[in-house]
């Protein structure tokens, strides 16, 4: 059974501080995808990044960065001084193969989500 | 290209009435899944649509249930509503392909009393 755990379920900080979401997995599939959405107080869920189990690489998108690991089974998203606009909740997601049937049958599962507070 | 539209934005609907909900995907996106949203469990899957087949579906009660169209529209159906179907549904499409990102519409807010 696939289980994505978030670390934080509040994080409260200042604006123009570093703020790090942690997300851990669970899976025993060697082929996944592991996501990130932003959920803001409207309502609707936004992605914000994508990353396979072959694709080890650091990213980083503007004040956003992602460090991956599979060793620790770790996908965490930092962002780098935070702003007001940033207040959200955001989801950590898992994605794999149910039947290894190449991709057609596959769901997406949730963490419960952290609740960031960027202060002014 | 337009997103991910879900109509009604906010239903009231009292026990044991039905209430269905529609999902428009993005243009070209075949696969159509729903989510309910609650405080307390969080985003949970309900069910995934593609090409107008179920191909997956979540541990939800058989009171919740769904269908596609030929083009893609999805609709979710609850019926014999309970207090405990409050939440916020959420509809997402995609292509349909291990691996790609969900794009999320603004969900319908349904409160039953």
């Known amino acids: 059974a696939q289980k994505v755990t978030q670390v934080q379920t509040e994080i409260s900080v200042v604006e123009k501080e570093d703020v790090t979401l942690d997300c851990v997995y669970e899976t025993r599939d060697t082929t996944y995808y592991l996501f990130w959405y932003k959920q803001p107080p409207s309502g609707e869920l936004v992605f914000l990044i994508r990353r396979n189990s072959f694709d080890e690489q650091n990213e980083i998108s503007g004040r956003y960065s992602w460090n991956f690991q599979k060793s620790t089974s770790s996908f965490n998203f930092t962002i780098t001084a935070s702003q007001v606009v940033d207040s959200a909740v955001y989801f950590c997601a898992l994605s794999e193969d149910i039947t290894n049937s190449g991709g057609s049958n596959y769901k997406l599962t949730f963490g419960k989500g952290t609740l960031l507070t960027v202060n002014p | 290209k337009a997103g991910v539209t879900q109509t009604p934005r906010y239903l009231i609907k009292t026990r044991g009435q039905q209430v269905t909900l529609s999902c428009s995907p993005i243009s070209g996106h075949r696969s159509v899944s729903w989510y309910q949203q609650t405080p307390g469990q969080g985003l949970q899957f309900l069910f995934e649509y593609f090409s107008e087949t179920q191909r997956n579906k979540g541990n939800f009660p058989g009171r919740f249930s769904g269908r596609q169209f030929s083009n893609s529209r999805s609709e979710m159906n609850v019926s014999t509503l309970e207090l405990g179907d409050s939440a916020l549904y959420l509809c997402?499409?995609?292509?349909?392909?291990?691996?790609?990102?969900?794009?999320f519409g603004n969900g319908t807010r349904l409160t039953v009393t």
């Open positions: 997402a499409s995609s292509s349909g392909q291990l691996g790609s990102p969900l794009h």
